[in-house]
């Protein structure tokens, strides 16, 4: 289950850097509809945010089970 949460925060980030490369016309045909497209600019933007936040909680999820899991009495 961690690492399905892990492998979906990446795929936000990779999916939003693409997004981004794209609306700045760096990346993808120019028959594209995202091609050189600003709105896809704060697409993508929150596309990596929202991936380094499912990121973070994983990371603070794994920091706190392994806290409750070593203190376990």
């Known amino acids: 289950m961690k690492i399905i949460i892990e492998l979906i925060g990446i795929a936000l980030v990779l999916a939003g850097v693409i997004f981004t490369a794209q609306s700045k016309a ?8 995202m091609y050189s497209n600003p709105g896809w ?7 990596i945010i ?18 409750k899991f070593k203190h376990k009495d």
């Open 26 to 33: 760096l990346l993808g045909p120019p028959s594209s509809f």
């Open 50 to 67: 929202a991936g380094i936040i499912v990121l973070i909680f994983d990371i603070i999820f794994r920091i706190v089970s392994r806290h």
């Open 41 to 47: 600019t704060i697409n993508g933007f929150m596309f």
